[in-house]
């Protein structure tokens, strides 16, 4: 089973150190398990006997059943990667002992002392990230009347201010921000640019997709925006059911905000 790690726990890189390879055969139950990526799960999980494993290095969280080889300090087998230096990855020789890869089916012990290495890790990124998001502070209003109605959190980098107006014909203002201190920004909008209807501008230096979310086809005049940016190592994605001009007022308000 080969996964990638997540951007902010050393996934975004091109190299071997941005993935693990762990046997898919579960050391308890020997059913086949899962890597679920999402936030606020992010594990390996196996859906027969319920135990559950930490991507980055594979110890047992939780351990349902009666594993074959122990119930403490219990890893998943794995291959070591290395790359080269045009980004192909390669398997290391393994060596299929249980104090080495491991054993398919057994599983891999593994010393405290490594359980507290990826433990200490995973703790110092995510405090990192939970400090980054306290310093992105966002505006109480736009000049179109929206006033910020709350934020809500969405996992660990990612939160949600909601802007709302008295106006019951005008909707809602969405402000998507999420920390992922990200460098290559010109690549990750590509995909972005993808989206049906959806066109690049540039704003004060910075490069922005902006696409509708509805397209009226008889008039040909597209309404219900949303822009998506990368500013700062985040990326900011704002929804507004303006259209391209006025949305983009929108997004030079939250730019001159935020980067005062």
Known sequence: MLIRL???????VNDASAFRAYSALDPSSHCIIKYWPNEGRRRIEDPCGGSMYEPVGGHAIQIGGNPVLVSKNLALPYLKLSSDEN????????????????????????????????SKFIATREQQIRDAMEQFVVPN????????????NDGIRTNTAYYIVPDPKQFPILLYYEYCNCTKTAELLS?????????????DGISIIAYPKSMNYVSDIHDDYTFVFYNNGYKISL??????????????????????
């Open 6 to 12: 997540p951007d902010y726990l050393g996934g975004a």
């Open 87 to 118: 980004d192909y990855l390669y398997v290391e020789p393994p060596i299929f002992t249980e104090s080495k890869n491991g054993v398919i089916g057994i599983g891999r012990t593994i010393s405290q002392q490594e359980i507290d290495i990826t």
């Open 141 to 152: 209003k736009f000049s179109t009347g929206h006033k910020l109605d709350y934020i809500s």
């Open 191 to 203: 995909d972005e640019e993808s989206r049906s209807g959806s066109q690049l501008v540039e704003l």
């Open 239 to 260: 929804h507004t059911n303006q259209r391209l001009d006025p949305g983009l007022n929108l997004v030079k308000e939250l730019l001159e905000f935020v980067n005062k």
